[in-house]
């Protein structure tokens, strides 16, 4: 799945919020707790993480790549 960025950045929350992986900002915390999310290949816990053009996010048989 693609994600076209429209600014210079999404944060992880907003980014899995704007997927429809979550449907409220309540939820991440839970979700990144039970879910082995991974950011460019490295374990990520932090639902205000940073994401940029170019930037991975996968997680079980997802993966978003971001343009």
């Given at each position: 799945m693609y994600?076209?960025?429209?600014?210079?950045?999404?944060?992880l929350q907003q980014?899995?919020?704007a997927c429809d992986i979550i449907s409220s900002g309540g939820?991440?915390?839970?979700?990144?707790?039970?879910?082995?999310?991974m950011v460019n290949n490295q374990r990520?816990?932090?639902r205000g993480r940073k994401l940029?053009?170019?930037?991975?996010?996968s997680?079980?048989?997802t993966r978003i790549i971001i343009r």
């Open positions: 994600f076209d960025l429209k600014g210079e950045c999404i944060t980014l899995l919020k939820q991440v915390k839970e979700f990144l707790q039970e879910t082995p999310v990520e816990d932090r940029y053009k170019d930037d991975v996010v997680f079980y048989d």
